[in-house]
């Protein structure tokens, strides 16, 4: 492992590694583009999800995913729009039994907008430097996450 004195590997010693953790620099034009896309779909789908119950009944919903439709089964994310809709009324029950993980889901994503909207203004950019295990660990929680949610959405649920 690597300190903060240290020199990354093939950089001719001209530019240090830093520590794992959490750093604000400047945001570059990749940023930007990052948040005119995170906004440029975040929020109209927030939109659709917020008018999802006044859409549905007239038939301008979206239909079932290729994975249903192939299979006669809900795919990993199936249930997340109805459960972004619940959230708008405030119903977290009937959000839970859309997708289990979707009220949490919906409460990271008004931060991640907000994030996405600051870097499109050239505010500083948030950057993760985690160890390699460390990242490798938090990407086998999210993956057991969301396997955990489908198997309750396919067993226990009844979906």
């Known amino acids: 492992m690597m300190t903060e004195t240290q020199v990354a590997p093939g950089s001719g010693g001209a530019i240090p590694r830093r520590a794992a953790g959490l750093f604000l620099e400047r945001s570059g ?4 583009r990052f ?3 995170a906004l440029g779909m975040g929020l109209p789908w927030m939109a659709y999800t917020r008018l999802y119950f006044w859409l549905h009944p007239r038939g301008l919903t979206t239909a079932p995913s290729l994975f249903m439709h192939l299979t006669g089964r809900p795919d990993p994310l199936c249930g997340l729009t109805r459960t972004f809709a619940w959230m708008w009324r405030g119903d977290v029950l009937h959000a839970m039994l859309a997708y289990p993980l979707g009220p949490a889901i919906f409460a990271v994503f008004f ?23 460390a990242g490798r660990a938090i990407l086998a929680v999210v993956v057991l996450l969301i396997a955990a949610n489908w198997t309750a959405k396919l067993l226990w649920l009844g979906v």
């Open 29 to 32: 034009s990749a940023d930007r």
């Open 111 to 133: 931060p991640f907008l907000g994030y996405a909207g600051f870097v499109v203004t050239g505010s500083p950019a948030v950057r993760v430097r985690l160890p390699t295990w």
């Open 35 to 37: 948040g005119l896309l």
